[in-house]
């Protein structure tokens, strides 16, 4: 099976999620600055959320540019990565309105613990197509960063029960790690590029 | 007429459904596992209708795929399979704030037996140009599931007046049943695939 | 210019439309059939307006499949269309919420006979270009349907501080009309689509 | 890296934007025209929003036309702007219940600031790659209009807390300036296509 359909749904409910988180920001009663300073943390929470969502929309852009075939299992295994992606609005309005409480803080952890192993697990049934996606495979074979961002979304949900900043300050961490962009799969495409040009008409 | 802009306006339709399903997650008052706690059935509908939406888009992706012809009576009987698929946030909503009532269980069966409906009827109007549409039509020769899952729907409307849980219950074995990926349609495309290589340009 | 990403938006802002629709289908506050029962009349509007606008989705795409081309003006007009189309929700909501109210059905009548007219503006700006458009232009040389359903929408407009009902029976009955699907052009496109065989390969 | 995917996730969060702009304009209490009346300082900083998210498409729309590569760091830069147009809403919402209030009015400037500035970073990166984007890179070469809706969004800010209406004034300007269609794009790309008929496939 092909990948138009498969990137073109992604990219539709990542750019949906990427929206609606902005339905979370409730616009405030006030008309001061007061009120505006109130709406701080949920704006904060909106950043963070709107910054891992590009994330993971540019590394799925990534994976999906290095990847010829998509199997039936990858359909499910990208779904399951969408699901805990479509509960990251739920979560990050619940984080901003509640920043100073655990379990809020924990949860979000939680949803982005879920999302980034359903992510290593897409990765695996794309990768599992040796034939078909040998580029993405090279490219990934060690898969550091993920590893790093897991252990320190592990982290961040006991700590949140003892320090809700600390655990924040390890989701923002995390955010920092990946937005310098992703050299193995860039370098790794280029080359492929380089040997199929002519070939790869479709972006 | 082709079918581009029918896959992606099912496409883009479908991602919305899946994603505002979310908002029917209301952000909990409380920060605290309690108030994580009386989210659960709301969060457990929505687990239930994104898997089902899922599996409404995958095999509407696959019976696409195997589609080269869309007749203008199918485009009034796919916007007529998305109406039904739109009502799933609205029943997902009210089932997941009253499970232990009958009426809001029973309508849950009722927009997902008129989708099952209107999915057949959809099919109906494709495998009808089978000129164009002989591969879909072989597919589907006995679609087994597709009756078997009506049955089960129009089970749980009044089984719901006896016991919301059994009728849930049957709602969570229909979707089951389509998780295992629909061998039918796959190995028939494969061998059309097999012999029509290079005239498939595109996924 | 051409048309890829003119059509592509289209397709988003209506299929955002027809499923932010039901957003406005709120979760009943009870849980028998009483409460089902007054969800009843927003029900209703939605079934019209999800008509409606599957309606406008069906004769754009028709159009724009008649189109090779798409200036400046055009994709200006569309935007207008679209700009209209998306005050739809709105004056459902509202229509759904008072239905025995004069002005929020005659409100429903001033969005619907702005959409048509700027349907009438964007086919304007694109049949213009002569050279490029023939085939669409052949095909909507008399554009009956589209100037009655105007008269009747403001028909319904004063019609709606006299009786409600006949108002929206006269809505019901443009979309109706619209039902039918426009013959002229499908004709007009197949006897073009014969000439052209081979050199359209986009749907 | 190609322009597809990019374009489609662009005009995917550009296309709710502006739908959930709607999503603002809460349905009236009342259901006469007092009701609408009140409703009007709502709809007309919703009918703003809408022009300039439009204008902002228009733009991004011609700009990639004129681009063919896209480099990691755009894609970020994109990501950027679509951050800022996401809070539209946000403060179209505000600005539309306190159009009195200097701070919600000044607040629209910002964002809009903001986005101008993300634009122009934006235009930056995809013009870095000289070689490949050269036809823009000529189209733009002197940013005139972009500037000078800076220099009016940066003077509407303090001026809100003088007058909000000279304030609201500067941005309907804006609005009025871009909505004259940008010449130099269109021409500079007019002279591009000609040169290269056939290889441009893709609109």
């Given amino acids: 099976m092909g990948k138009g359909r498969f990137e073109a749904f992604s990219d539709g409910v990542l750019a949906i999620i990427i929206t609606i988180l902005v339905l979370e920001l409730k616009v405030p009663e ?12 949920h704006f904060l929470a909106y950043v963070l959320s709107f910054i891992y969502v590009g994330i993971y929309w540019n590394n799925h852009h990534h994976m999906l540019h290095a990847t010829t075939r998509v199997s039936g299992a990858s359909l499910w295994a990208n779904l399951h990565l969408l699901f805990w ?44 197509q040796r034939d078909h996606n040998a580029a993405l495979a090279r490219a990934i074979q060690r898969d550091g960063k993920g590893k790093v961002s897991l252990v320190l979304y592990l982290s961040a949900i006991p700590l949140a029960f003892v320090s809700t900043w600390a655990s924040i300050a390890l989701y923002v ?10 050299k193995r799969i860039e370098r790794a495409l280029a080359e492929h590029h380089e040997a199929t040009v002519g070939a790869d008409s479709h972006p």
């Fill in 30 to 41: 006030g008309e001061d600055l007061h009120a505006l300073h109130e709406t701080l943390p």
């Fill in 85 to 128: 992606l479509s509960m990251v609005p739920f979560v990050t309005g619940w984080m901003g309105e509640h920043h100073h409480a655990a379990v809020p803080v924990a949860a979000y952890g939680c949803v982005m613990a879920a999302a980034s192993i359903a992510y290593t697990i897409l990765q695996g049934t794309l990768t599992r």
């Fill in 173 to 182: 961490t995390v955010a920092l790690i990946w937005l310098v962009p992703d």
